[in-house]
């Protein structure tokens, strides 16, 4: 619940605080006083639009707080919850909402103290406050916030059908989808298929072996340098050890060893070179043996060359086209292969995408017979009681209808994705079911209903929108209702109702009513006036609360335009008697 609202630089208020409490509290002042900036304020607490053009002349910047009563209940616990997970904090039960507008169009806004992004602040306070204004009267015009009313009414069974449905919905709706495009595509994987199938064969045909690029350059590059290699094998064994007694380096290394070997005797030192030369010897005739295997091994072979060739050509028209490796070529073999096997089980898929298809649509057609029933059944009930309370708000002989339709599909095509088979019938469906809710109203007796668009006038619309919102009531678990001159159009008798149903609407909720009515605002537990005041150049407003005395006057103001009118002021006070004594 609302417990205060203080304005800042919004309009023509210079800055106001607005007690709030439970019950009905009705704001009312003169034309161009400020009554609507109340409402702005509100829309600004919501999270609605900020207009800069709303900050007062002169100022730097508008500024709204509202301080919530975090009751204990579903819708207190909730917003608690929201407003913890927004950073925000709850203290002694009250949390402080607020919102800035600069005049260059910067706009701020805060929840429990912690800083948040406006759509966190919609979010956080959407679930407290339901505002009803003139352009409401139109929005029930349209058929989908008809239904949600109905559904709003039907409470829980419906609820529970619409998100069964719902949850179907999107399952049909993606498994069509995924259907559709892969029956669309499926040309294109056909052609797919037979290119990675022909890739394949090729790999298959050549039998690649990893690093077999690598080890067939090298052999390739010894064949075709047979003889160089050799010969120069051939000059390196001749040097190590020469089979024509020319120098060579063992016989070099073995003279020098035989003369540090004849001083071993005189110098332990020379003794340890010739040592070391003993081992250069051994291993200058293992060395001396490998080149001369090595050249025996090192022969011309132009068949294997020829061979080598010709497979590196075969390996290297794979990595032309499939990888920059033998081994990028084979991976790209296994992955092809499971590609293959997918797109090769295409028709497959295709039957069962049609399978589950089917099968979502005959749950959702369970569903949408269910749906139907109840909001056929849900329907009723609202009509009944809305038009009780018309009669109740001085429409005695208006009887409100509510119709649970369906748009039925004579001849439905092949991939026809937006109807759907209940029973017998085709019928278009969406997110919402297979229903399109009207109300309709005969507003007198004997004469045909008609859709509120046509067969209701601005104050018929007021009235039947009250009465709708009183009728969903007990099914709102909103704690604060705001009506935003909802009464036009509506005088004498009716107005007098209005009232009447407001308080009404106040004993389980809070209900903040701007009127201009005095036949509303007499039924007010607590009566705000907006007052304008002006120095000659800048005007003002500011809201004050009323007593019993203030009250007459003001309502002998909005009576009769003059405030201390004997007349007036009689007049006031039997329309404060008389409100007292409806609402006891």
Sequence with gaps: MLEEIRIDSLGVIDSSTLELGPGLTVI???TGAGKTMVV?????????????????????????????????????????????????????????????????????????????????????????????????????????????????????????????WREQHDALVSCERELDEVVATARERAREADLLRFGLQEVEAVAPEPGEDAS???????????DTLRAAAELAREALSSETGAPDALATTAAARTQLEAVRGQDPE??????????????????????????????????RLAAVSERRAALTALTRKYGESVEEVLAWAERSAARLLELDGTDDAIEELRRRSAALREQLADTAAALTAARAEAAERLAREVSEELTLLAMPHAELGVAVRQHEVTTPT?????????GERWLRFGRSGTDEVELLLAANTGSEPRPLGKGASGGELSRVMLALEVA??????????????????????????????????????????????????????????????????????????????????????MLAGMEDSDTALAHARELLDAARAAAG
């Design 270 to 303: 020379a003794g340890e070179l010739a040592d070391r030369l003993a081992e250069v010897t051994y291993l200058l005739s293992d060395v001396a043996a490998d080149v001369a295997s090595y050249a025996a091994r090192v022969d011309t072979d132009p068949a």
């Design 472 to 557: 969903l009531a007990g099914t709102s678990p909103v704690p604060t209702f705001v009506f935003d001159e909802v009464d036009a159009g509506v005088g004498g008798k009716a107005a007098v109702e209005v009232g009447r149903r407001l308080a009404r609407l106040a004993r389980d909720a809070q209900v903040l009513v701007v009127t201009h009515l005095p036949q509303v605002a007499a039924f007010a537990d607590r009566h705000v006036v907006v007052a304008k005041a002006s120095d000659g150049s800048v005007t003002t407003s500011g809201l004050t609360v009323l007593d019993d005395g203030e009250r007459e006057r003001e309502l002998s103001r």
């Design 28 to 30: 009312t002042g003169e």
């Design 40 to 164: 702005t304020a509100l829309g600004l607490l919501l999270g609605g639009r900020a207009d800069s053009g709303a900050v007062r002349r002169g100022a730097r910047r508008a500024r709204v707080e509202g301080i919530v009563v975090v009751e204990g209940h579903d819708v207190g616990e909730r917003f608690a919850a929201a407003v913890d997970e927004a950073g925000g904090v709850v203290e002694d039960d009250r949390v402080v909402l607020a919102r800035t507008l600069a005049a260059e169009g910067r706009s701020r806004a805060f929840v429990g103290g912690a800083a948040v992004p406006v759509a966190t602040l919609a979010d956080v306070a959407e679930p407290l406050v339901a505002v009803h204004g003139q352009s409401d009267q139109h929005r029930l015009l349209q058929p989908r916030a008809q239904r949600r009313a109905l559904d709003r009414f039907a409470g829980a069974p419906v609820a529970r059908l619409l998100a069964r």
């Design 414 to 422: 092949a991939g026809d994705h937006g109807a759907l088979k209940v």
């Design 216 to 226: 067939l350059a090298r052999e390739e590059t010894r064949l075709g340098s047979a």
